[in-house]
């Protein structure tokens, strides 16, 4: 069968036009009726997200990093329950897919499993796998039903599923197009075998995973049939209907309050792979007209031969991460939000590479089309007087994506991401308050971070830190929200494997608001040979666990080690340190207009550090009694504000000499051409 082409892809996110049957059972659900089965559905599918986090084994499972939703016959997405809005929009070209190329052979039947993990197909990349079945009432496809989850091993050539060395899509590992693994509600046992067999390093977390996406889509099918068999198939295909429609309504006329013209946001990123490189991961023109958007991302950096490419599903996946935390808060998970909006992909790029691109690291570069849309959006928004106070700077995007493979101390097969520093980013400053600290994942805003204690009984670790990484956020009116550190010590094993991927050790990702500052990059920290296992063993009283102190005084004696977040698969011995950290959120508006009874707060807290409070925020203060002085506060403020002036220059003059600047070469090397980032030459694969 053919891989579906983008024009099918970005066709089939649109909803499919109402039939005369669906319009007709539409016209029979009165409004009661029609919030009650809305409601009916967000209980379905939060009982279904309640047993998918209890039944996986992976810590993406575990913390709620999942997705669980109901389609309509045609595919439609109709709700979901979130976890990750990641997979929302999206999962309606595999559905299609299916419909279209396999109706007649294998067929599609009750009792059905179907299962992929492809990005060419539709997904994200290929650790995020999703099981889908349809939901048949007396013969009649009434819906579908899905379970999508991020599994943390495929057989690739390095362990975590995300292979940054890879340089083709044959390194990644497990590319599964669909394929019906199950029928009549039971798993295939040859496909179970062939998956075990695939090379994985840890069958049996991951066997646990999938069995927990069909139990989860199976509660799904066995609600709807319980709303089907007592209003009737056609209730079920007029709320559905109705549902579809509401949501467009609505999506149009939010689009139809903001302002017409064109937004641009250009995002960076500072890293391939393992390699320092400077890449226009995003330039993003967003024009509105009326109630329609169009995404056009010419002028981004073309496709490079590494892992660190997304196709462009994905970065619509991406963008509704911030679309439903944000624009369409307070409307359905629903195909039909996306109506109004159109997608220009320039084929060649980074965000659209060639079929045979790896992608098994897309996420990296799919967050800063989040992004670069939620800071278009808040140049959109914040004209509009009922709109402004939802503006916020995006997510603490950049994260340690630390691996833990090998044998535990329970001496079975293990592979999986220490997901603390996942779920424990900052969110953005917000136009009238702060961003929450440690609010989330910015791919997943309900997840959660693991309990310390579960990860050290099924892990060969232990958490030896964790707390608020100080001065993690970026300062502004409103900072953003601080995210967190831990560090982790190989425990009660000889040894394990690990490695990290990621970027945001040069540039952060996510880019402030009105004046507020960028959030920390953030570093790769190791240390081996650490004395930490001794000191805690001889209960030493001088031993402190505060991560600054720590990091300053080096207090955990060993061989420190500094790096780039990404880092090569390596092998720790026992008593091992490794820190992991999550992002803080971007600042919104001029420090200097904080209240300075804020920072005082911030700092007793510690948020931030007395050298931010002073350099920063322009603040003078008693540092015993943290006593605030005000007189002295103005004059430090305002003395700052005319050394901004005398250091300014008019745009002409900043523009003719930024004009001239230019990188270093060696870290332009997937940059593109400089500076408009056009192709240089082919990529060989």
């Known amino acids: 069968m053919p891989i579906p082409s983008l024009a099918e892809k970005l066709e089939w996110l649109k909803p499919a036009p109402a039939t005369p049957y ?40 575990v913390s709620g990093d999942s997705m669980v ?76 039903a899905t379970a999508a989850l991020h599994t943390t091993e495929t057989g690739a050539t390095e362990p975590g599923g995300m292979p940054v060395s890879a340089k083709s899509r044959f390194e990644e590992g497990l590319n599964l197009p669909p394929i019906k693994i199950g029928e009549n509600f039971e798993i295939r046992a040859d496909f179970l075998e062939m998956y075990c067999a695939y090379g994985m390093r840890a069958p049996a977390m991951f066997v646990s995973d999938l069995r927990a996406r069909c139990t989860t889509a199976d509660r799904v099918r066995v609600r709807v049939l319980e709303l089907a068999e007592k209003r009737g198939p056609e209730f079920v295909v007029g709320l559905f209907r109705k549902m579809s429609d509401t949501a467009e309504a609505g999506a149009r006329k939010k689009i139809r309050d903001l302002p017409d013209g064109k937004f641009r946001s250009v995002i960076f990123n500072d890293a391939i792979g393992w390699t320092p490189a400077l890449v226009r991961s995003c330039y993003l023109t967003l024009t509105k007209k009326g109630d329609g958007i169009v995404f056009d991302f010419h002028g981004t950096s073309p496709e ?5 490419n997304v196709h462009p599903q994905a970065v619509v996946g991406h963008i509704a991460n911030f679309m439903y935390e944000y624009m369409f808060h307070d409307l359905p998970i629903c195909s039909s939000t996306f109506a109004p909006l159109d997608f220009i992909f320039p084929e060649g790029t980074i965000v659209y590479p060639d079929k045979m691109a790896a992608t098994s690291c897309c996420v990296y570069i799919g967050m800063q089309a989040r992004n670069a849309t939620q ?30 493979a090998g044998l ?46 579960q990860v050290e009984s099924e892990l060969p670790i232990t958490v030896t830190l964790s707390q608020h990484w100080k001065d993690s956020s970026g300062p502004g009116l409103h900072r953003g929200g601080s995210g967190g550190v831990q560090h982790w010590m190989v425990h009660k094993v000889p040894d394990v494997v690990s490695m990290c991927m990621g970027n945001g050790s040069k540039v952060p990702l996510g880019q402030p608001l009105f004046g507020g500052y960028a959030s920390s990059p953030i570093p790769g920290i190791s240390i081996r040979k650490a004395d930490l296992l001794k000191e805690m063993a001889q209960s030493d009283p001088n031993l402190t666990l505060d991560f600054r102190s720590i990091v300053e005084k080096h207090s955990i004696h060993g061989d420190w080690s500094y790096e780039l977040v990404a880092r090569t698969p390596k092998m720790y011995e026992e008593g ?20 300075p009874q804020s920072v005082l ?85």
Not at 304 to 308: K, L, Q, T
Not at 642 to 652: N, T
């Open 22 to 61: 669906e319009k007709e059972c539409a016209a029979k659900v009165p409004q009661g009726d029609y919030e009650i089965g809305v409601q009916i559905t967000n209980d379905i599918l939060d009982e279904a997200m309640e047993v998918f986090v209890r039944a996986s084994r992976s810590y993406f499972g």
């Open 408 to 453: 535990s101390q329970w001496k079975l097969a293990v592979s999986d991401v220490l997901s603390f520093s996942l779920n424990t980013m900052g969110q953005g400053g917000r136009a009238a308050s702060d961003g929450m600290d440690a609010y989330g994942f910015a791919w997943c805003a309900f997840g959660r971070a693991p309990d310390s204690e």
């Open 576 to 595: 091992d340190v490794i820190f992991g950290f999550s992002g803080g959120g971007p600042g919104y508006g001029d420090p200097l207009e904080r209240d």
């Open 601 to 685: 707060d911030d700092l007793s807290k510690q948020i931030i550090s007395d050298w931010t409070v002073r350099n920063i925020y322009k603040i003078a203060y008693d540092p015993e009694r943290k006593k605030l002085d005000p007189e002295k506060t103005e004059q430090l403020r305002e003395e700052e504000r005319r050394a901004r002036l005398a250091r300014g220059k008019s745009y002409a003059d900043f523009e003719k000499e930024w004009s001239k600047q230019c990188p270093p070469k060696e870290i332009l090397q997937w940059y593109g051409s400089w500076p408009d980032a056009k192709p240089l030459g082919p990529v060989i694969r």
């Open 69 to 144: 939703a109901i389609f309509t016959a045609e595919g439609d997405l109709i709700n979901g329950a979130c976890g990750t809005y990641l997979h929302a929009i999206i999962q309606p070209i595999i559905i299609k897919y299916v419909r279209k190329y396999y109706q007649e052979n294998p067929g599609i039947r009750d009792g059905d499993i179907w299962y992929t993990n492809d990005a060419l197909y539709g997904g994200i990349h290929n650790p995020d796998q999703v099981a889908m079945m349809p939901i048949f009432y007396k013969g009649q496809l009434l819906a579908w």
């Open 304 to 308: 490079n031969p590494s892992s660190y």
């Open 375 to 404: 800071n278009a959006f808040a140049k959109m928004a914040f004209s509009n007087g009922a709109l402004w106070q939802q503006v916020t700077a995006p997510p603490g995007s950049q994260h340690t994506s630390q691996i833990c």
